[in-house]
């Protein structure tokens, strides 16, 4: 019954949003964490952070052996030299941030209510170089990935709580345009989001187990091993994560951190809410 | 799996009877069913291999059902090569790519997929 009503939420966005089918942020987290824990009774809590690995035991193994030995201890320790060099101008990150880094990610993403934007964490380490006329980091991976990755780390074990207002009708359809844009059929080989990760997770595509959305957003920035085979290290924001999907169903990609993209983050990352921060993370 | 349990019982009972009644095959172009196979299993063409299970693949995903008994299930080969050519026509939410509508695939590839899938 569940996921008839998901596909009839779904039937609607994609034909264009009737306001009869739209349902606040408490609502859909509540469906999707009902949904999976009657497809999966066996996956407990926090386990469906850990997406295929939570599912397939193989899977699980190879995993756990990658993440005795993490990959990314290098690019992390980068993270950190780059919170502790300041600025040419003399200001640091913190002049942006605050002081305490660990309090930096799960401020992300916001409604920052004076731009009527949402706000994602690598989109303001962008703007933060720019207003110190420093030059910004690239968008998806390199050292916005590490910075970000050490932030995420830095915050492991806080409760992700992405705060969509009520009573701000901005902020609410800016949540709601990234909902569409999840539930919504795209590209030539017309797939949604929900498509692999709500109504298909748990299947296999080829040897790939399609991961439940409830959970993504807890480890990014992701060292993957498919990246780092495609040259240069494995890893990458979620944004780049973002592209990667939309090519993959033969739609062009968004730009990183634009709106598009920013408004998915805030309902993405909603789905989470509840769940800790987990990050950075290995995955296939 | 229930639809596949399903569908496997139908290839057995299909199995079944075409062996105890010795039906002769209908002749069909073998040129254009091992085109559909290649067609079928390159990653940048049909890439079925993602989603069905087809005797020869390797890695096989479970999305959409095993290819099998598709003579028993698709006595009208013309239904066969709509749904490959528009699945969202039947199943408005289908995975399944839409591959003729959408131009995945052209015309003349259809056409070989569909032998191919038929001989399943």
């Known amino acids: 019954m569940k996921k008839m009503i998901l596909m009839v939420l779904a039937a609607g966005l994609s034909l264009g949003t009737s306001p009869a089918f739209a349902t606040t942020q408490a609502e859909d987290i509540a469906a999707l964490k009902a949904y999976f ?116 780390n830095q915050a492991n074990g806080q409760t992700i709580n992405v705060v969509v207002p009520q009573d701000d009708p901005d902020a609410v359809a800016a949540y709601e345009a990234g909902r569409q844009f999840f539930y919504a059929k795209r590209g030539q080989l017309n797939l949604s989001c929900a498509d692999c990760h709500v109504y298909q997770a748990g299947l296999f595509a080829r040897g790939n187990l399609l991961s439940p959305v409830r959970g993504h957003t807890t480890h990014f920035p992701v060292w993957r091993g498919k990246w780092a085979r495609s040259g240069g290290d494995g890893f990458g924001t979620l944004h780049r994560r973002y592209g990667g999907c939309n090519k993959q169903v033969r739609a062009k990609p968004f730009k990183a951190h634009g709106k598009e993209y920013s408004n998915l983050e805030y309902f993405h990352a909603s789905m989470s809410n509840g769940m800790t921060i987990n990050a950075p993370d290995y995955r296939e | 799996m229930k639809l596949q349990d399903k569908l496997s019982a139908v290839a057995l009972v299909v199995m079944a009877a075409i062996s105890s009644t010795n039906v002769p095959m209908a002749s069909a172009d073998e040129g254009l069913i091992a085109k559909g196979k290649e067609i079928s299993f390159d990653r940048k063409k049909g890439n079925c291999l993602t989603c069905h299970q087809i005797a020869g693949g390797t890695l096989t995903g479970n999305i959409g059902p095993p290819l099998i008994a598709m003579k028993a299930r698709f006595p009208d080969k013309a239904k066969l090569r709509a749904d490959i050519w528009d699945m969202t026509k039947r199943s408005p939410h289908t995975m399944m790519p839409p591959f003729g509508k959408y131009g995945v695939l052209t015309e003349s590839e259809i056409d070989a997929i569909t032998e191919f899938v038929h001989s399943l």
Request: net charge neutral; glycine share 6%.
């Open chain 1, 37 to 152: 824990a009657k497809k999966w009774p066996d996956v407990k809590g926090e386990d469906m952070a850990n997406g295929a690995y939570a599912l397939s035991e193989d899977k699980r193994i190879n995993w756990e052996s990658m993440r005795d030995f993490p990959p990314f201890e290098d690019q992390l320790a980068i993270g950190e030299e780059i919170w502790n060099t300041p600025f040419k101008n003399g200001n640091t990150w913190a002049s942006c941030f605050g002081d305490d880094p660990s309090r930096v990610r799960n401020r992300f993403p916001h409604w920052n209510v004076r731009d009527k934007k949402v706000e994602t964490l690598e989109g303001n380490i962008i703007q933060c170089q720019k207003a110190n006329d420093e030059k910004p980091f690239k968008t998806k991976k390199g050292k916005i990935a590490y910075f970000s990755a050490w932030l995420a």
